[in-house]
């Protein structure tokens, strides 16, 4: 099995082709949920299939791919990640572990090796951020964190996340609990770029994921009172904008300090301001926040000195506000026997690897709360994701599916020592 070899170049052919599922006016832009979306997904489950994979949807809407093992009642490997993107995104986040697994198995099956366990491709529903303000949604219904709430929120054309799954072909009614027992799971591998500079900078092809952030989203609304632009004076307006960039401010002060003890970064990506006209002041504004932690107490105090925060800017200005937390998943250490099998294909291979920790989530974090979870990080151009500029070359995605494949192997062999098979 030692000369078992990944084609590169298949791989990146693969990762191309899907790229052509997209809005022709965003590239790269395929959102979980869409019609180019379900389409992507029709390509993904036919190539799966060209490759020997019995393919099937689960209650969660996660498209899987089956490689199976002549053991009845064997265990699995799951090897995930996701093909849904952000607006204006890249060809590689996600869809390089997807494609990778597919290429593994590929492998597998046509050389006719067969390992003590089953494989499962996974194709996880919406991993990055929807409409319903709910990430990782095929993962959280794979482990059981859908709760009714989750599948009762309702996206900007008024439909449930209930809705979305089911017309995804998921069964949300079966998202009650986990879909799968942690008894049965040999662990889940992903490989990922790595969406961020240190590989590249520190030429270093392999990146060892030791744990992946904790990442918790608010939004907050501030309330003050439209008026005329020109008749109100300013020593009596409620101008909820000025109020929002006072409290932006003191945030990415916050922000700042915290970074300076803590692996931390906080964000303010979206802020809508109402009712929107140049000659009306500002009588709302929404502002979506997001931080990411290693540490879950970090959390906490972020929290405590946010609400003081608002609360102060708020007081003082007349303003209302409201704080509500829209997700939180909490941070991560991946598996520490997984991390030592990838160091241990990488070495085999010849290639350097770093230990890290990943700054953006990840469906390995979700499935970590229930299996052992393992990933590997290769290098992109300039560290540059979610934008059209996002790329990895031949070699890098070559380098990393390999280290997947033989970590498959070592896997197998320590499956065969511990069964006893």
Known sequence: MDSLKVDSKRILDNLLKLAEFTDSQKPYTRRAFSPIYYEARKWLKDLMESVGLETAMDAAGNLI????????????????SHIDTVEDAGRFDGMLGVTSGIEVCRVLHDSNIELPFDIKVVDFLCEEPSDFGVSCIGSNGLVGNLTGSHLARLNSDG?????????AGGVPDSLNAPLISPNEVVGYLELHIEQGPVLEKEQVPIGIVTG??????????????????????????????FGAAEVISRVEKLAKDLSKMVHFVATIGKAEVLPGMPNV???????VLEARVLEEGDFHKFEADLKDIVSEVCIARGLGYTIEQLSHTLPVKLDARLQEVIAQSAKGLGLRYLFMPSGAGHDAAIMAQIVPAGMIFIPCRNGVSHAPQEWSDEEFVGNGAQVLLNSC??????????SGS
């Open 65 to 80: 791919g089956y490689l199976k093992c002549s053991n009845k009642g064997s265990k699995y490997l799951i090897i995930g």
């Open 409 to 418: 192997i070592i896997l197998a062999r320590q499956y065969d020592t511990v």
């Open 212 to 241: 992946i952030v904790g990442i918790s989203r608010w939004i907050l609304v501030i309330n003050g009172e439209s008026g005329h632009a020109g008749t109100v004076p300013m020593s009596l307006r409620k101008d909820a904008l």
């Open 281 to 287: 002041i500002p009588g709302e504004v929404r502002l």
């Open 159 to 167: 439909k449930t996340l209930r809705e979305a799954i089911s017309e």
